[in-house]
């Protein structure tokens, strides 16, 4: 399959005033292969976040290079092809659900008859038909991550960067919008790049998992998952499912010891 | 507490202080301090009497002037110290000059430059409101969460568009405060610039102090009191009209 997005020895540090610049993600090797679901899990505070700010060019990288079906990506801002979902949803608190999901529409000069067209499909598909006019204030949180996920979804991005996007809902929440996410990515025909610090999430969501080490971030193993789509609750239950789960774990426990 | 008991404790504490205001003011006499139930009648005659309004008006158009100067480069500039470090550097220290500075420290000097009329009074009431109007925007700028201007970044919104889409938008809640602050001190900075050289409102205030009742300078100084609490009262309410996810915003910090 044809490599999609590529990352390659990717370095960042962060200077600490008169302390050792602390190493957060060090030589860095990836590649995300087109249309795939590819999940990448580590433990809390390992530079998970770190990384896909590098990928999405908020911030830049010490050294390495980013590629983008080919092309030298490494030091554009945002864009790209690229749609990043935040951790913390970070909607404009002053917008509207539909004037949030047109954001991006705004910044790329789509005319705004086309505007509402688009943001409306997309608020319809992650299922916020009706809460159009509300403000964030007025959304649950789920909600509120649902607008998040449609404001990325319609730039029409290439590639999906999704920071823990399920971290801070309930679980009850999370499992529905799990298996949203998978009918939306299976719809949308999308390569997905999903950070998460949760096992069973990884392995239910993705088609391969990329375990990375405790700070400095670096890919220490990458696990193809096997389970057929679409995927249903069921095979949580699984034997392979749970010893994949035992696996991923004792790689993560070993990371963490040395 | 419900807001129905927070009512009541309100009038209660207005009640109490009206009571031993008419106490005070008995034991006093009104020629030091009014009574209340002489000051109505007083208010009831001078509404009608035309002065009293007429001269508000006039001082109030003027100190509007001042004030949207303010407001017009205060917001803008503030907004822009709290963003661009070498702004910051360069006006930050003037612009703390004047929210330190008196108005009535600069009354003489401005007397001489513009004289008593019209400039006189929108250059008190500027300056004395321009700093709180800035500073403010200044704080708010400073404080927006850095993650949402992440977002901005990562649909590659331009600078400009970053400004005028997210920068100020989530500046809007401290705009509104420093408005309200600013406003307060413009009121007082120009009552008192107007006692100096006996114009407006606070001259007519400045010479009924000679009379020998006080109901007249206290019906004045209510009336006073009225307008800032309304004003108040009012950029609060055109906050919560243009956006209506303000009041969350303030309470959510
Ligand atoms: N701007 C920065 N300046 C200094 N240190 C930073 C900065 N950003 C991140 N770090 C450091 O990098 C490390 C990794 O942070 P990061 O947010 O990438 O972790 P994470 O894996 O996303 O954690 P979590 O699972 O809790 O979201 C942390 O130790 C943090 O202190
Ligand atoms: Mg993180």
Same mark, same amino acid.
């Given at each position: 399959m044809a490599t999609k997005l590529s990352l390659n020895n990717l370095h960042k540090s962060f200077g600490r005033g008169k302390a050792n610049p602390i190493e957060v993600v060090q030589d860095f090797s990836l590649d995300i292969r087109d249309l795939e679901f590819l999940a990448v899990i580590g433990p809390s505070g390992c530079g998970k976040s770190t990384l896909l700010r590098l990928i999405d060019g908020l911030i830049p990288a010490d050294s390495g /290079?980013?590629?983008?079906? +080919?092309?030298?990506? /490494?030091?554009?801002?945002?864009? $790209? !092809?690229?749609?990043?979902?935040?951790? /913390?949803?970070?909607?404009?608190?002053?917008?509207?659900? #539909?004037?949030?999901? $047109?954001?991006?529409?705004?910044?790329? +000069?789509?005319?705004?008859?086309?505007? @509402? !067209?688009?943001? *409306?499909?997309?608020?319809?598909?992650?299922?916020? @038909?009706?809460?159009?006019? /509300?403000?964030?204030?007025?959304?649950? !949180?789920?909600? #509120?991550?649902?607008? !998040?996920?449609?404001?990325?979804?319609?730039? *029409?991005?290439?590639?999906?960067?999704?920071?823990?996007?399920?971290?801070?809902?309930?679980? #009850?929440?999370?499992?529905?919008? #799990?298996?949203?996410?998978?009918?939306?990515?299976?719809?949308? *025909?999308?390569?997905v790049l999903f950070v998460t610090h949760s096992i069973e999430e990884a392995i239910y969501l993705a088609d391969r998992i990329a375990v990375i080490t405790p700070r400095p971030a670096r890919v220490d193993r990458i696990i193809d998952v096997p389970f057929e789509r679409p995927r249903t609750e069921d095979i949580k239950s699984r034997p392979e499912f749970l010893e994949m789960r035992q696996e991923i774990w004792s790689i993560l426990k070993e990371g963490i010891k040395v | 507490m419900t807001k129905s008991h927070i009512l009541f404790l309100n009038v209660t504490g207005i009640v109490m202080f009206l009571l031993l205001w008419e106490v005070g003011g008995r034991i006093a006499g009104e020629n030091l301090l009014a009574a209340p139930s002489i000051v109505v009648f007083e208010y009831i005659r001078l509404l009608f009497a035309g002065d009293m309004l007429r001269e508000l008006v006039g001082s109030l158009r003027q100190m509007f002037v001042g004030f949207g100067l303010a407001c017009a480069i205060g917001m803008p500039m503030g907004a822009l110290m709290g963003r661009i470090r070498l702004v910051d550097a360069l006006v930050h220290p003037w612009v703390s000059m004047v929210v330190v500075t008196s108005a009535a420290a600069l009354a003489p000097i401005f007397i001489l430059m513009f004289g008593t009329g019209f400039e006189f009074r929108v250059a008190i009431v500027f300056v004395s409101s321009f700093g709180y109007v800035t500073l403010t925007a200044y704080h708010g700028a400073r404080g927006i969460d850095p993650k949402i201007i992440d977002v901005a970044r990562s649909y590659s919104t331009g600078p400009v568009e970053t400004y005028r889409k997210v920068i100020l938008p989530a500046l809007f809640p401290y705009l509104i405060t420093g408005a309200r602050l600013g406003l307060v001190h413009a009121t007082r900075a120009m009552v008192m610039a107007e006692m100096f050289v006996l114009v407006g409102y606070g001259g007519l205030i400045f010479q009924t102090g000679q009379d020998l009742s006080t109901a007249p300078l206290i019906s004045y100084l209510v009336t006073l009191m009225f307008v800032s609490v309304g004003a108040n009262m009012g950029l609060g309410w055109i906050g919560r009209q243009l956006a209506p996810w303000y009041d969350s915003k303030m309470s959510a910090g």
């Open positions: /290079s980013i590629l983008m079906d +080919g092309r030298d990506i /490494s030091n554009k801002v945002g864009g $790209e !092809g690229r749609g990043m979902v935040f951790q /913390s949803f970070d909607l404009f608190p002053w917008r509207t659900t #539909q004037a949030n999901v $047109e954001f991006g529409l705004e910044t790329n +000069g789509v005319p705004k008859s086309e505007r @509402t !067209g688009i943001a *409306k499909h997309y608020i319809d598909l992650v299922g916020l @038909t009706g809460f159009e006019h /509300s403000y964030p204030h007025e959304l649950s !949180g789920g909600m #509120q991550q649902r607008a !998040g996920f449609a404001r990325a979804l319609a730039i *029409k991005p290439e590639i999906l960067l999704m920071d823990e996007p399920f971290g801070a809902l309930d679980v #009850q929440t999370r499992d529905i919008l #799990q298996n949203e996410l998978l009918d939306i990515w299976q719809k949308e *025909k999308k390569t | -």
